[in-house]
């Protein structure tokens, strides 16, 4: 299917692995020009010359931080010093809070709040007048089920996430007169790195002897059977990231097996 957006220019925070990884492929591959950034610089140098490679496309990395307001002001002058424009920001740099109430610190909140709630809102804020003022753009954030459906394990995560949905769907509505499209993907279980970090956590709150038995109860609780792959994320951001999908705002995209049992 062609996406419509070859020579358009996309942000994808957190583009050194997993997910971001393969969304900067994806819109690579669709003709896009990608600027991504991650804190490990040897990960990203590595990640954006065998990309640059495999799809023949344009990429660019910065080291940068997303929970610093500057490294995000960086970033955007970076890319429109490359590429002269921003089309499509993709937020995917996160983190995870995992465990339950007892487990919360109040600086472990905040590290989650800074990193999403604030860090995306404030790239957001960064990109929102150079697409309003060409009438075009696309703003997709990933934002986990727990923010949907409440999970006494994922206590910190799912309140953040409860936040970045209610931006998501009033930002949709406040920026679509410029035809600037606002969306979410909310993965469930994913194999990634950072999930896999997670596998310890998850051992202790199902009770079983081995983080492989852990991910392996884990990947039941959704119809399917099975932890998603980064690229099946990527498809999905992709599309709505295109002219395709120039009729959706204000969605947020389950893309969990089946996991989350709401209707919404």
Known sequence: MDLGIKGRVAIVTGGSRGIGRETAREFLEAGVKVM???RNGDQLKATCG??????GGEIRGIVADMTQPGDQQRLVDETLATYGTIDILVNNAGTMYSGRFEELTEEGLQTQLDTKLFG???AIR???????DKNWGRIVSL???AGKEPDPYMFGSGMTNSALLNMTKSL?????PHNVLV????????????WKRNAGGLQKELGVGSEDE??????????????GKPEELANAIAFLCSERASYITGVSLNLDGGRLKGLW
Request: a positive charge; aromatic letters at 10%.
């Open 126 to 132: 960064t990109v929102w007048p150079i697409m309003r």
């Open 214 to 227: 852990a991910r392996r109860l884990a990947s039941k609780k959704n119809a399917l059977g099975r932890f």
């Open 36 to 38: 991504t950034c991650s």
């Open 183 to 194: 969306n979410a993907v909310c993965p469930g279980w994913v194999a990634t790195d950072l």
């Open 50 to 55: 065998e990309l640059a490679k495999q799809t």
């Open 120 to 122: 995306w809102m404030r």
């Open 143 to 145: 934002i986990g089920g």
């Open 172 to 176: 949709s509505t406040e920026f679509a």
